[in-house]
């Protein structure tokens, strides 16, 4: 069983849009991720959380707003969308210093 | 500040040939160091990771890695290398912040080639 899922997994968006990613995780991990991964650039953090309820901007927040509802779920949310936003964007759960990824969100925003 | 250099983009390797992938860090305090392996079309798996004590640390599928604090580095080697080791490699940073939690850096990652 996948213990780190991510939705949707395709996303075509239009500018000026909202977007919404959805990370769910069943590892009962107190830490969260999002991050982004573009070409020439490797993985970069937008948003990470350490429980319910918290939320800490990463080194690339511009844009993006992040949501933990609960210890299961981190959203990460594009109010507007923009195209330099295209990117494949990767959730993690960890629980001290180990990350346990999903599979990745494809976005493309035209 | 913390971050990750890994100076080679792409490295291409026969099968059977040895690897080394670089991997230099920067940060004062007490480097927890990982390196992590994607598959195409994939999320990101451990392959293994250093905290303290001996300096070479084994992982997954024949993986090791050695660490060195005069260098600052901590690169990846694989003895015989397989042409299912085509992946990106990434090595990652991730101290213990103040606050008692982990704020990861990754490099840009290696995108391994192997040919048969």
């Known amino acids: 069983e996948a213990a780190v899922t991510q939705s949707p997994r395709n996303k075509v968006a239009v500018t000026g849009g909202k977007v919404t990613l959805s990370c769910n995780q069943t590892?009962?991990?107190?830490?969260m991720y999002w991050y982004r991964q573009d070409t020439g650039h490797g993985l970069r953090l937008i948003h990470y959380?350490?429980?319910?309820?918290?939320?800490e901007k990463g080194d690339i927040p511009d844009g993006y707003k992040a949501s933990r509802p609960s210890q299961e779920n981190f959203s990460l949310i594009l109010e507007l969308a923009t195209p330099s936003q295209t990117s494949v964007y990767f959730c993690?759960?960890?629980?001290?210093?180990?990350?346990?990824f999903g599979p990745g969100t494809r976005l493309l925003v035209l | 500040a913390q971050s990750v250099t890994q100076p080679d983009a792409r490295v291409t390797v026969s099968e059977g040939a040895s690897l080394q992938l670089r991997c230099k860090y920067s940060y004062s305090g007490t480097p927890y160091l990982f390196w992590y392996v994607q598959y195409p079309r994939q999320g990101l798996q451990l392959l293994l990771k250093?905290?303290?004590?001996?300096?070479v640390v084994q992982g997954v599928n024949g993986f090791e890695a050695e660490f060195s604090k005069s260098n600052s580095s901590f690169h990846l080697r694989k003895a015989s290398v397989h042409w299912s080791d085509s992946a990106v490699y990434f090595c990652v940073l991730s101290p213990l912040t103040s606050g008692g939690n982990y704020k990861p850096t990754f490099g840009k990652g290696t995108s391994l080639v192997v040919h048969p």
């Open positions: 250093y905290y303290s004590g001996d300096p």
């Open positions: 590892n009962n991990h107190n830490n």
């Open positions: 959380s350490y429980g319910a309820g918290s939320t």
């Open positions: 993690a759960s960890g629980l001290g210093d180990t990350q346990y």
